[in-house]
């Protein structure tokens, strides 16, 4: 379920919390600068391994193998095979091989 029970130590100045009370933590493992992030929802993976159509500038895609890093959530960090600025399809990649054209859609307003 993504729940990690934890253990640890930090100073208790304010004396806020209190033993067996129980807290959300958000534990940032570690930093990726300059990492390359696409929408999980891009990333396909094929025979060859994971791959992203990639829409180049004549609306046309290109499917481009992509090594990840990691999944997080919603997001890939992609550790080779993008490059920043690069739009990739998050949707109805099925219909799609190498060389179609695409018709770029804007994202639905949210529902209010």
């Known amino acids: 379920t993504g729940t990690i029970r934890l253990k640890g130590l930090f100073p208790n100045i304010d004396r806020l919390l209190w033993p067996g009370q129980f807290v959300n933590v958000v534990l940032t ?14 990333i396909q ?3 060859g391994g994971e791959y992203v ?8 895609v290109e499917a481009r193998p992509v090594t990840l890093d990691h999944l997080i959530d919603q997001e890939a ?3 080779m095979g993008l490059t920043p600025g690069e739009r990739v ?24």
């Open 29 to 42: 493992l570690g930093f990726h600068e300059g990492a390359v992030i696409a929408p999980a929802s891009a």
């Open 45 to 47: 993976t094929g025979p």
């Open 53 to 60: 159509f990639v829409i180049k500038d004549d609306q046309t």
């Open 77 to 79: 960090i992609v550790k």
């Open 89 to 112: 399809v998050t949707d109805g990649q099925l219909r799609l091989s190498p060389g179609v054209k695409v018709e770029i859609k804007q994202p639905a307003a949210a529902a209010r």
